[in-house]
């Protein structure tokens, strides 16, 4: 039975899906003004190895992804480059879906873009007016009255008192209380602007998602996930608002299960654009074959903090080398699962436990040993197929282990001359010439194999 950590609850409870055999998840998606980072990669690898997961565990998933086209940073960064928001916001949502694809991440079933659900959210605004939830403020912004929601607070586990002395709150005049939150922002001059019934302006971030994820999922689904850090403001205004708008009758949850995954850290500090401490997803491709970026975010837990280095890079390239090292031999494709052998039994109770990932990355190890010590085909099999799930070594080995892309400066060409300068030597018998040609590679971690097809190499 599958459990997973709820944040609302603060534990981990068995997944009871509101309608048998099927699941409506959705995702926090990105703000389109510039390239995915670290952060966002791992947001969208880890829900779509959930996905994954839920899917071969037989259930029929409906996943949603937003895609946020309105906001302060897309229109000042638009104003900066002398650029129209479309083409601002159509660039990068190039750019994130590019990035996706090379990560191995499946499309979501639906990608809403917030400025396709205006109508809808200015209705929930209304909603939240005639409830006494919202009020306009003197500045013209529409507000949402915390005060007046008494469930505020419940997924940070924090008092209002708590969360006025501890967080960091916007502080308008405008406002009767800190914690209050626009809904919709009055437009200032020279700002893109909607017409609405309280003049002219745009949403406030928190309520696009309560707008886009009822539309798509229902007034109650069952997953909402997104980077720990939108924990609170953003997922605790999500509830109000919601909840506030449509929970006629007292208990009835907006969402069932809350799931955030953990930070990337680098050097020990939050990655963040204020550190200037951030990598984007072509930093690091440019470097690292993507897959190994995938396999180093799964790895880790989800929930766990991702450490970010080359150091780390380089090891998960290492490690899954040598996954793909012990399928060389084997041309094997993915299978149907018999999940009542001992290795897959095992993977699957890692899955079931709140995505163990890291658990079930072992299992995929103990079976490369025995593919390696035994030449097992039926290892191998399971070995691709377990893999397949988790979105991993999906290549012929050979793609992988011959075309990685190298940090330190060793090409796939120039690895291909330099074995070619070793086949001329050897054919005019200078073998020393030969030898240090091998030696030198050696060096740079590229091992050599010589086969009656020719040489191949792979990174030791």
Known sequence: MLKLYNTLTRDKQEFRPLVPGQVRMYVCGMTVYDYCHLGHARVMVVFDMITRWLRAAGFDVTYVRNITDIDDKIFKRATENN?????????????????????GVLKPDFEPRAAEYIPQMQEIIRLLEKKGLAYVAPDGDVNYSVRDFPGY????????????????????????????????????QGEPAWPSPWGPGRPGWHIECSTMSSAL???????????????????????????GAFNENEGNPFVN????????????????K???????????????????????????????????????LDDARHALTRLYTALKAHDVAVMPVDWNEPRAARFREAMDDDFNTPEAVA????????????????????LKSLAGILGLLGRRPAEFLQGEPA??????ERIQAQIEARAAAKKTKNYAAADRIRKHLQDAGIVLEDTPKGTIWRRG
């Open 363 to 382: 299992v995929l190890f103990d079976l490369a040993n025995e593919v390696n010590r035994d030449g097992s085909r039926p290892a191998a099999v399971l």
């Open 217 to 243: 999922l229902g007034r109650h689904f069952d997953i909402h996930g997104g980077g720990q850090d939108l924990q609170f403001p953003h997922h605790e205004n999500e509830i109000a608002q919601s909840e």
């Open 274 to 312: 204020s550190l200037g401490n951030f990598f984007t997803v072509r930093e690091i491709l440019a470097k690292y074959d993507a897959e190994v970026a995938r396999f180093f975010i799964l790895r880790a837990h989800y929930r766990s903090p991702l450490s970010y280095s080359d150091h780390h």
């Open 257 to 272: 299960y809350w799931m955030h995954n953990g930070f990337v850290r680098v050097d020990n500090e939050k990655m963040s």
């Open 83 to 103: 650029e129209p928001i479309d083409a601002l916001t159509s660039r990068f949502i190039q750019a994130m879906r590019e990035d996706a694809a090379a990560l």
């Open 153 to 188: 607070g419940k997924l940070s586990g924090k008092s209002l008192e708590d969360l006025r002395a501890g967080e960091r709150v916007e502080v308008s005049h405008a406002k009767r209380d800190p914690l209050d939150f626009v809904l919709w922002k009055r437009a200032k």
């Open 407 to 412: 940090a330190d400066g060793w090409t796939p």
